[in-house]
């Protein structure tokens, strides 16, 4: 596939097409209308940031928010501080987010912004500002109702609540409307509306999925393997979740490399080593990364970088299924190589969609004001995560394709579906 990942979300999109056209015949015009017009974002804004600095100058940051289709509900999607950050990335983002809020059924089309900054070399001071900035200038273009912005790569709850703040003001001072302004962001720290159960939102609807393929694959938790590369946020609660429901997590990796324990490890204690040392990698036997992938486990759990699996590495692979916690780690050259050998791919659209649906949650709470507890918020993830994965099993079945095609055809059919109601296809 291409380098460029628009292009890339193009081609997936037209593979999906194809396997559900037969199901449109008697409207095979509109659905060709429809798939043309979900081929590119419905606007995408760019702009230059001016933002002060601490020594006096004025610095321009290229900034961009792309918002992809909105046919099922408001643009959602996260905003990254990345110096990678442009044009073509984001629209693929966006595109990728209307798939993934339509997997769980959430009432969301996808969005995705970013600027152009390794945030590591501001300050907290000049941070602030370009958050802000960044904020004001978006002010016009989202709301609760139309575009729902979030953290990602590099963003935080702090910068929500910059933003939120900053959000607000720009609404006064242009005498708009002051629509919701906390359900204009979500990811925002609990003290400014945000939800119980966001931290561990991603990796535990991994876990629920995980709970679901088990018994598909005639697996028994105590005595299914798991590795886990990467230990952030998504790795680490996936692994503890996984840990307490019995599983054998046997292995973990940060960027340092990775750590085996026989008969599976206790990932609150490796954490805190990795705390204590700044690596996991010694908690246990060490391995490498790129060990820790051809590993002989029954599910391995890419959690960390893009790309980590591809053509050179696909076929030694070992694991049973592979369950992408991370965004793209497997290549679109790896996945016909893993499915001939036999390895079930649970796509990222699906298995890390659980952070998405706790920040709609997070919505919902700030648009009624009422507040539900952890327990509330974990009881409505756990069936929504499981039937998401109950509808991809049957489309993967019922086509006899591979577990990325089928979730992607339960997407764009979902969005296809809506678009056609509406007609709003010109």
């Given at each position: ?224 393997t798991i590795a ?18 019995g599983y054998q ?137 499981e039937k998401a ?38």
């Amino acid at each position: 596939m291409s380098s460029n990942p628009h292009q890339n979300a193009v081609t997936q999109l037209e593979q999906v097409a194809s396997l559900l056209s037969d199901s449109y015949q008697d409207r095979q015009a509109e659905f060709e209308a429809a798939i043309d017009k979900l081929k590119e974002p419905d606007q995408v804004f760019e702009t230059e940031l001016s933002v002060k600095m601490d020594d006096g100058k004025t610095k321009k940051f290229q900034a961009f928010r792309s918002e992809h289709n909105n046919a099922r509900g408001p643009y959602k999607g996260g905003i990254r501080f990345h110096h990678d950050v442009n044009r073509d990335e984001v629209k693929a983002l966006s595109t990728w987010m209307t798939w993934k809020c339509a997997v769980t059924g959430i009432p969301y089309g996808g969005g995705k912004g970013g600027v152009v900054v390794n945030p590591r070399e501001l300050s907290v001071g000049e941070l602030e500002r370009l958050s802000r900035a960044y904020s004001r200038w978006l002010s016009d273009k989202i709301g609760p109702w139309v575009d729902v912005p979030a953290p990602d790569v590099n963003t935080t709850g702090q910068i929500m609540a910059w933003m939120v703040d900053e959000y607000q003001q720009a609404l006064a001072e242009k005498g708009l409307i002051q629509e919701n302004p906390w359900g204009t962001f979500t990811g925002k720290p609990l003290e400014l509306g945000g939800s119980e159960g966001r931290e561990e939102a991603t990796g535990l609807g991994g876990v629920f999925v995980l709970d679901k393929l088990v018994v598909e694959l005639g697996l028994k938790p105590k005595q299914t393997t798991i590795a886990i590369q990467g230990f952030g946020n998504v790795g680490y609660w996936f692994a503890k979740h996984a840990a307490d429901r019995g599983y054998q997590v046997v292995t973990v990796s940060d960027s340092k490399g990775g750590t085996y324990v026989e008969g599976g490890m206790n990932p609150e204690k490796a954490l805190a080593h990795k705390r204590k040392t700044g690596t996991v990698s010694d908690f246990g036997k060490k391995i490498s990364n790129e060990e820790l992938l051809e590993l002989e486990v029954d599910i391995l759990v890419p959690a960390a970088l893009e790309n980590v699996i591809h053509e050179g590495n696909a076929a030694n692979i070992k694991a049973k299924a592979i369950i992408e916690m991370g965004n793209g780690p497997v290549t679109p050259e790896a996945d016909p190589i893993l499915t001939k050998n036999g390895v079930v791919i649970i796509p990222d659209i699906l298995a890390n969609a659980g952070g998405v649906t706790v920040s709609y949650f997070e919505w919902v709470q700030n648009l009624q004001g009422y507040y539900w507890t952890h327990e509330e918020v974990i009881s409505k993830l756990q069936p929504l995560m499981e039937k998401a994965f109950a509808e991809m099993w049957v489309t993967k079945k019922e086509h006899q394709v591979d577990g990325r095609m089928a979730t992607y055809m339960t997407a764009v059919k979902r969005v296809v579906d809506v678009m056609l109601l509406r007609g709003n296809l010109s």
